[in-house]
């Protein structure tokens, strides 16, 4: 069985705005290493049609990009891709799946037969997953800048504490912190 790994961008005050980050070929180098350690990416159906918009065209080299950023679309392009959606089953973007059925054990399967670990990358799908007790490990990715606003990390809240464990920190020349924690059980 594979970990579930959630992996996300945050301000020093919580904030998840995918525009408050700093986004340059250090963070991206960052986040492909991550990507090509997991077998697969898991979103929600928002994140996914967020990075479904643009991610597709950069790869395609229709959208100019830093080649830091041009190696993370087209690998992304080549990942397995599973969206949790009760809303919408269609999912044409390369190597996109749906989770169907109920959420705890559609993530408990893909766990189970990805061995390489799940890299989860949705904020709101994370506190539903660490609500049901699957998430095993955290790449958070802590930006110094604070933000002032939501949304905030966890906003839906969680049943208790979760204690975590460091395995490493580590500071990027732009001043963000790469910080990988493993739950404590």
Known sequence: MGLLTFSFNLTLDGCVDHQEG???????????????????????????????GYWPAVARGEVEA???????????????????????????????????????????RLKDA?????????????TELDQLDLIDEYRLLVHPRIAGHSPRLYEGGLPGTRQLELLSAQPLRNGVVAMHYRRAR
């Open 22 to 52: 700093i986004a340059d070929d250090e963070t991206h180098a960052l986040f492909t290493d991550l990507m090509d350690a997991a077998g697969a990416m898991l979103w929600g159906r928002v994140t996914y049609e967020m990075l479904e």
């Open 66 to 108: 830093p080649s830091a950023t041009r190696e993370w679309a087209v690998k992304l392009e080549a990942k397995p891709k599973y969206v949790v959606s009760s809303t919408r089953t269609d999912f044409p973007w390369t190597n996109s799946h749906h989770i169907a059925g109920g959420l705890r054990e559609g993530v408990q």
């Open 114 to 126: 990805t061995p390489a670990g799940v890299l989860l990358g949705s904020g709101k799908l994370a």
